[in-house]
């Protein structure tokens, strides 16, 4: 290699590290503002109303993200679309607009319907999967926030898929912000919050969200309801696909909450959510990682160039992670108590547990990706079934016998076996068929 094209290549390298560094910084900060609210949030609860009223809203959290979480998958489709691989002799006009509006419609339709199969089921869930009959309430109250919240997230989805990462960071904390200021209303100067309050709260924080956002998107999704609903069949073999994934894998994330519901009380509960809380602090750069990577990935399975490119990107970030991750597992007995109370002490190990399930986790991200938006998007059910088998398998064994610390141990050495198989399946699925076409426009 000439001295010229070294010089070219640090070049290249250095621009690439800087572009990185600050999309993870705008990314970051609202990363970082959004968890740092949901924490604080957690914070004000458990100091205002008892641990077993934390227990309860550490459930209620669970099914919350379940809820929320499973329709972002829509987002993905609507940015694998709209970022699809397209050779660069192709200049076809394409309205990536229709697809966002398509994404909207679609989870318009799947919230509707979630919303009404989960207010005939919870009373069944709550006495048959927790045996907890008063949390009825909470799982359906998950259901409508959850699919409310996730409505309002379209319009962050559109500011992702244009890489414009100002826009993201500003827009990511905002519901929790408003939660946050909620519970601080209602609980501050009182030590008798109530689950009533917090699920009244986070309804309202939802639909002043999704009416925010739909408002915002309202000139853009209008004139293109007639071009999105035609596309929705086409649209809808992906999500079919992306969606059922992203059920397995958020269940994945925290089968184990469910699992142990049963086993224990709702002030173990209450501790064992206070350490998801303090692992999820480390979850902050995880959150930067998601939402840089998703609009490189489509691109990226398609061209090995821009594959090197993402990966290096990718471990760029996971280091990062990994200081963080090893910096939170020293600080989290402190941390606990500052946040919560001395009644949450002693809770270094498990959170140190947990903290290694999420380091293991962000390693996964990257791959996970490459996955989804990948030829074979179908892989990602298998995996994340083949993950919940394992955990369930190893809870089995450890939580009975060690109770919560099983629970976090068998939790960690899942997302390590996980770990292990996304970077097997991404790495072994070689070059993809050329990018389906989106028949709406």
């Not at 309860?56 to 679309?81: K, N």
């Not at 962000?362 to 298998?382: K, S």
Request: aromatic residues 10%; proline residues 4%.
């Amino acid at each position: 290699m000439s001295l010229q094209s070294l010089i070219r290549e640090f070049s290249r390298r250095g621009r690439t590290i800087r572009t990185a560094t600050v999309d993870a910084a705008f990314v970051g900060g609202g990363v970082i503002a959004q968890r740092t609210f949901g924490l604080l949030t957690a914070v004000v609860i458990a100091r205002s109303a008892s641990i077993e009223v934390f227990g309860e809203y550490t459930l209620f959290m669970t099914f919350f993200l379940v809820f929320s979480q499973v329709p972002l998958a829509l987002d993905g489709t609507f940015i694998r679309f709209a970022n699809g691989y397209r050779p660069a002799a192709d200049d076809t006009y394409v309205d990536v607009d229709v697809y966002l509006t398509t994404g909207v419609i679609a989870k318009v339709l799947w919230g509707g319907v979630v919303c009404w199969l989960t207010w005939l089921c919870a009373p069944y869930l709550a006495a048959t999967l927790l045996d907890k009959p008063e949390m009825a309430d909470s799982i359906w109250m998950g259901a409508v926030v959850g699919n409310l919240q996730a409505l309002g997230t379209s319009l962050f989805s559109r500011f992702q898929q244009r890489k414009n990462f100002a826009m993201v960071g500003v827009l990511d904390p905002v519901f929790n912000a408003i939660v946050l200021v909620g519970v601080f209303a209602a609980g501050f100067g009182t030590n008798a919050l109530s689950m009533t309050i917090v699920l009244e709260i986070y309804l309202g924080a939802s639909v002043v969200f999704a009416a925010g956002a739909l408002a915002g998107l309202a000139r853009t999704l209008v004139p293109r309801l007639g071009a999105a609903v035609r596309g929705l069949a086409t649209f809808s073999r992906i999500g079919g696909i992306l969606v059922p994934a992203a059920v397995l894998m958020v269940v994945a994330e925290r089968v184990d909450v469910f699992f142990i519901a049963r086993l224990i009380t709702l002030d173990e509960m209450g501790h064992y959510g206070a350490a998801i809380r303090l692992s999820t602090l480390t979850a902050l750069f995880t959150g930067v990682i998601v939402t840089i990577l998703v609009p490189h990935a489509p691109p990226a399975v398609h061209d090995p160039r821009r594959r090197r490119s993402y990966l290096r990107l990718a471990g760029f970030y996971c280091g990062i992670q990994s200081l963080i991750g090893i910096a939170l597992i020293g600080l989290s007995e402190p941390l606990g108590v500052l946040a919560f109370g001395a009644e949450y002490a002693g809770l270094q190990a498990l959170t140190g547990l947990l903290i290694l399930q999420q380091l293991f986790g962000c390693y996964a991200t990257p791959f996970q990706a490459l996955i989804r938006y990948g030829p074979r998007p179908q892989n990602a059910i298998t995996l994340s079934v083949v993950r919940i088998g394992i955990s369930v398998a190893l809870l089995n064994i450890l939580a009975p016998r060690f109770g919560i610390m099983g629970a976090a141990g068998a939790m960690a050495l899942t997302s390590a076996i996980q770990l292990g198989m996304s970077v097997w399946v991404a790495l072994r699925a070689g070059e993809p068929a050329t990018a389906v076409a989106f028949e709406a426009v």
